[in-house]
T-cell receptor, first 116, second 115 residues
Framework: NAGVMQNPRHLVRRRGQEARLRCSPM?????VYWYRQLPEEGLKFMVY????????ESGMPKERFSAEFPKEGPSILRIQQVVRGDSAAYFC??????????????FGPGTRLTVT | AQTVTQSQPEMSVQEAETVTLSCTYD???????LFWYKQPPSRQMILVIR??????QNATENRFSVNFQKAAKSFSLKISDSQLGDTAMYFC????????????FGTGTRLTVIP
């Protein structure tokens, strides 16, 4: 069973460009979380999605950031008009919640975004 | 709101010795989970150990064990027989069992195992 996959692993964007980060959850998981880790800090929750639904986006910046988890395909975190402050590692985690299993979240390897 | 505090930014331990990492948290919830995650230089987040708040018995996973003090809201991690591969950032995390079940992380402790 493949783990959580994220791509790209590294992404460089110039200020003002768009960044698209992808996350494929573990097989059988329909719950996805996105977290952001700024340099020398812990991870901070951004958004929680189920297939075709945004459940909680209380950690998402109000502008320029959006997320989706379509019926088919990976979850996408989109950052429009990137600024230097968006430089960070973005982690995706998936969970089998709702199946009677534990609440454990399984993390992907992260995408390191650098804005120049 | 939930907060997680790790008061030791950096720690070091001699190989084969024992080290304890501290974590405190603040919550009004009664049921929740607590976790310790390890983040080596590869940056992959690896689950080390999990504790359910309703369980009085401290969790243990091989060389890793916790001291969970619910009344004091304390959740420390003990690593026995430290190995070079234990060198990493360690994050304490809290999850409430209502709502989104997202994780709240502390700021981390950088552990270095010295040969």
């Amino acid at each position: 069973n493949a783990g959580v996959m994220q791509n790209p692993r590294h992404l460089v964007r110039r200020r003002g460009q768009e960044a698209r980060l992808r996350c494929s959850p573990m097989k059988g998981h329909s719950h996805v979380y996105w977290y952001r880790q700024l340099p020398e800090e812990g991870l901070k929750f951004m958004v929680y999605l189920q297939k075709e639904n945004i459940i909680d986006e209380s950690g998402m910046p109000k502008e320029r950031f959006s997320a989706e988890f379509p019926k088919e395909g990976p979850s996408i975190l989109r950052i429009q008009q990137v600024v230097r402050g968006d430089s960070a590692a973005y982690f995706c985690a998936s969970s089998p919640k709702g199946s009677g299993w534990s609440y454990e979240q399984y993390f992907g390897p992260g995408t390191r975004l650098t804005v120049t | 709101a939930q907060t997680v505090t790790q008061s030791q930014p950096e720690m070091s331990v001699q190989e084969a010795e024992t080290v304890t990492l501290s974590c405190t948290y603040d919550t009004s919830e009664n049921n929740y989970y607590l976790f310790w995650y390890k983040q080596p230089p590869s940056r992959q987040m690896i689950l080390v150990i999990r504790q359910e708040a309703y369980k009085q018995q401290n969790a243990t996973e091989n060389r890793f064990s916790v001291n969970f003090q619910k009344a004091a809201k304390s959740f420390s991690l003990k690593i026995s027989d430290s190995q070079l591969g234990d060198t990493a950032m360690y994050f304490c995390a809290f999850m409430k069992l209502t709502g989104a079940n997202n994780l709240f992380f502390g700021t981390g402790t950088r552990l270095t195992v010295i040969p």
